[in-house]
């Protein structure tokens, strides 16, 4: 099975930027689909950004301009550059990998790591 491990998060003042990173066990950027989702406290989990296979990218309006995901194949890892944040960016941001097949569909999660924005 796929493992997501995710790092990056922390503290940042609003405006300032951090990197989010999530390294999979194996190569699967090939197959799967990756995104970040993001939850904060009495919310429901919402997609913030998609890359698929083949680079397609995909951005939640609130984040368009100042996120980008991208992937690094070679060390099977996904990013999530996140510049001019904001306090509402606050959460904890989760690594999801997903593939459908003609039979079987698959998706497999991060532990999630917390993002605070705050002054």
Same mark, same amino acid.
């Given at each position: 099975? $796929?493992?997501?491990?995710?790092?990056?998060? %922390?503290?940042?003042? /609003? %405006?300032?930027?951090l #990197?989010? @990173?999530?390294?999979? @066990?194996?190569?699967?950027? %090939?197959?799967?689909?990756?995104?970040?989702?993001?939850?904060?406290?009495?919310?429901? #989990?919402e997609? $913030?950004?998609?890359?698929?296979? #083949?680079?397609?990218?995909?951005?939640?309006? @609130? $984040?368009?301009g100042?996120?980008?995901?991208?992937?690094?194949?070679?060390?099977n890892?996904?990013?999530?550059?996140?510049?001019s944040?904001? /306090?509402?960016?606050?959460?904890?941001?989760y690594?999801?990998? %997903?593939?459908?097949? @003609?039979?079987?569909?698959?998706?497999?999660?991060?532990?999630?790591?917390? $993002?605070?924005?705050?002054?």
């Amino acid at each position: 099975q $796929v493992q997501l491990v995710e790092s990056g998060g %922390g503290l940042v003042q /609003p %405006g300032g930027s951090l #990197r989010l @990173s999530c390294a999979a @066990s194996g190569s699967i950027f %090939g197959l799967y689909t990756m995104s970040w989702y993001r939850q904060a406290p009495g919310n429901q #989990r919402e997609l $913030v950004a998609t890359i698929t296979s #083949r680079g397609s990218t995909n951005y939640a309006d @609130s $984040v368009k301009g100042r996120f980008t995901i991208s992937t690094d194949s070679a060390k099977n890892t996904v990013y999530l550059q996140m510049n001019s944040l904001k /306090p509402e960016d606050t959460a904890v941001y989760y690594c999801n990998a %997903g593939r459908l097949t @003609s039979s079987t569909q698959y998706t497999f999660w991060g532990q999630g790591t917390q $993002v605070t924005v705050s002054s």
